[in-house]
């Protein structure tokens, strides 16, 4: 299998990350979670779909071609649950949506 191919795949991916939808899910949950005011103007100027498509599109297609996966660490900590994150930022977004025409 050539690397394209393997890319092609999406076998470079976590399992989770291998569909679209989960993607912008994850993207937005770290964009609309994250304090960018941190970060240089550049970063924050991004938006989460192009921070979207630097992350999966560029520097993991870059990475894989080169033999390098994104995998989930197997140390025994107990880490934040990254569905957690995600149903929680998507509940925060429905509430604000219902919110917002409540009051129309």
Do not use: C
């Not at 240089?40 to 870059?62: A, R, S, Y």
């Amino acid at each position: 299998m050539s690397p394209e191919q393997y890319i092609k795949s999406s076998k470079h991916l976590p399992l989770f990350l291998r569909d679209f939808h989960n993607q912008k899910d994850l993207f937005k949950t770290i964009w609309g979670r994250t304090n960018l005011s941190n970060f240089p103007k550049e970063v924050q100027n991004l938006g989460w779909m192009n921070f979207h498509i630097l992350i999966i599109d560029l520097f993991l297609w870059w990475m894989a071609k080169r033999g390098y996966t994104l995998q989930r660490s197997r140390q025994k900590v107990d880490f934040i649950d990254l569905r957690d994150d995600i149903d929680a930022y998507e509940e925060e977004e429905r509430e604000a949506y219902r919110k917002f025409w409540s009051q129309k």
